[in-house]
């Protein structure tokens, strides 16, 4: 069955068939016609933000691949996470419904009885497939291959492991799971058009980067974000009791501070898991006892050095995939997505980590090229959310969109066409509290111009206005020129939460952490 937004689109690819003056990608379009459903290359790293992607204006690294993909396609500049940590936004992202209504607010497991997008796909007729971190404390369903991290997954000689068991790699997660991405692609059947999702570990913390990647970042200098040194004054309690400091919370582990010979076991971890007040390094040749804003500085120094050598080698991975799909005919119509899935502190208001609804931990980066039906070079400002992913997916496979999904398809945004009644709010919801870092629960929503937080379990409340402090630092909840403003915001944040579901299941118990084990190895574990 054609959905009538699929309709929508053969119609407008055929009328745009009979025009005689077409742009490239327009023409491309129109000679792919209604025959073939598009093919989806979904790859998602784990904690990659747009302050570390040049084509979203990092100050800090290139990424040529990246930007390479964003000038052949589509740049949104507006894509948030709906709870700001891994395995929930994974599970949004394929049932395009919000933590409340998937099961998912915390670490827990996803149950995967229930309806999501690559089952649809599956049934659709698409061949699907998931490779690397899935992160969802249970076997993936719907996907015809599956081969993944167990849990976070490590950076060097990775297990990976599938429905017969687990297998060693030899090698960097990041190199490997490109190449499983494009083992998938080459043994595809050539007979249905493809879903594969393609999952890296990197960068996410400890952010161990490869040797040739941290040899290009060694003793680099990092420009510092303005807000590293943000005095929190005029915020509520949380940034204050939070433990996701650069300068207070990195461990030595985090600090790739090499342990004294002969620690092993736990005595070793005990010794990495500290939080040094003092290193001793060298510095410009010398040997010295670090302290102080010198010991700061140096923190975030390594901190940088370490996660953008990640990235580096995430942008080559990306460029090397791309590549084989534009050498084997597969560029026009396939529409490949780079996401993450939420966004990082790299400094900004003295933070690593995310969970925060500030800025730099709410946005996705969210780049896509699909020649066939985006025109090159151009860039959204439309408020997407990560449950709008898995319509969009079944949008491109000409399916409806269930109605117990909270998303919408982006493809009308795509074709720069964003309907008059597309969001002007989002609203977002973390729950992790007792968690890790510290971090206090909150709701709250991101309109185009303002953002209103809500830590519940403390009634404390944040208002930032976008336009004028981009950077949210100035608190304005209780600013009297601000309060026709914080009303409006007030009312559309319920709005939201009752429209969405959101009936506080999840605010005052947190279902238990995932324990699950994944699979033994296999009879004879294999090594590539
Ligand atoms: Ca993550």
């Not at 119509?333 to 899935?341: A, E, P």
């Not at 608190?475 to 009303?487: C, E, G, L, M, S």
């Amino acid at each position: 069955m054609i959905s009538s937004s699929r309709r929508t689109f053969l119609t407008h690819a055929t009328g745009l068939a009979a025009a005689p003056l077409l742009a490239p990608w327009a023409r491309a379009q129109s000679a792919r016609g209604a025959a073939a459903r598009p093919n989806i290359l979904f790859i998602m790293t784990d904690d990659h933000s747009a302050q570390a992607i040049s084509c979203y204006g990092s100050k800090i690294n290139q990424t040529p691949y990246l930007d390479r993909l964003a000038a052949q396609g589509m740049r949104m500049d507006r894509v948030f996470v709906t709870n700001s940590i891994c395995t929930p936004s994974r599970a949004a992202i394929l049932t395009g419904k919000y933590s409340h209504l998937n099961g998912v607010p915390v670490f827990n497991r996803f149950d995967g009885s229930q309806p999501h997008v690559a089952k649809m796909l599956q049934q659709a007729g698409y061949y699907t497939a998931m490779v690397g971190k899935w992160h969802l404390g249970s076997d993936p369903t719907g996907f015809d291959y599956w081969n993944i991290l167990p849990g976070q997954g490590v950076y060097e000689n990775p297990t990976l492991y599938d429905k017969d068991g687990s297998t060693v790699y030899q090698g960097y997660a990041t190199d490997i799971i490109a190449d499983l991405t494009l083992d998938v692609l080459k043994n595809r059947p050539a007979d249905k058009p493809f879903f594969i999702m393609s999952h890296h570990k990197a960068p996410h913390r400890e952010w161990t980067p490869d040797e040739k990647h941290r040899k290009q970042f060694e003793g680099k200098h990092i420009p510092e974000p303005q807000t590293l040194r943000d005095d929190y004054a005029g915020r509520t309690d949380a940034l204050h009791e939070q433990q996701q400091s650069v300068f207070r919370d990195m461990t030595r582990r985090d600090l790739k501070i090499p342990p004294p010979p002969g620690l092993s076991g736990p005595p070793l971890q005990q010794w990495m898991a500290v939080k040094p007040t003092e290193v001793e390094t060298v510095v410009d040749g010398v040997r010295k006892t670090l302290t102080g804003k010198e010991l700061e500085d140096w923190k975030y120094q390594r901190y940088m050095q370490d996660y953008l050598a990640c990235v580096q080698s995430v942008d080559d991975n990306v460029g090397r995939v791309m590549d084989w799909l534009d050498d084997n005919g597969l560029k026009d119509n396939t529409v490949v997505i780079y996401t993450s899935d939420q966004g990082f502190f790299l400094g900004e208001h003295g933070l690593f980590d995310k969970r925060f609804m500030y800025e730099e931990s709410l946005r996705m980066p969210f780049l896509v090229r699909w020649p066939a039906g985006i025109k090159p070079g151009s860039t959204s400002k439309a408020i997407g959310i990560n449950c709008d992913f898995a319509p969009t997916f079944l949008d491109l496979a000409g399916q409806p969109t269930p109605g117990d999904m909270q998303g919408r398809s982006f493809l009308p945004v795509w074709k720069g066409k964003t309907p008059k009644d597309w969001r002007h709010a989002m609203y977002y919801r973390y729950y992790h509290d007792p968690g890790d870092h510290n971090t206090r629960a909150h709701y709250g929503v991101r309109t185009d111009a303002h953002k209103l937080i809500y830590f519940w379990k403390k009634d404390q409340w944040e208002c930032y206005d976008l336009t004028a402090d981009p950077l949210e630092l100035h608190n304005i909840y209780q600013d009297p020129k601000a309060q026709k403003t914080v009303a409006l915001l007030k009312r559309e944040l319920y709005r939201l939460k009752k429209e969405l579901k959101d009936d506080d299941q999840f605010a005052d118990k947190q279902p238990e952490e995932s324990s699950y084990v994944p699979a033994p190895p296999k009879k004879k574990p294999l090594i590539r």
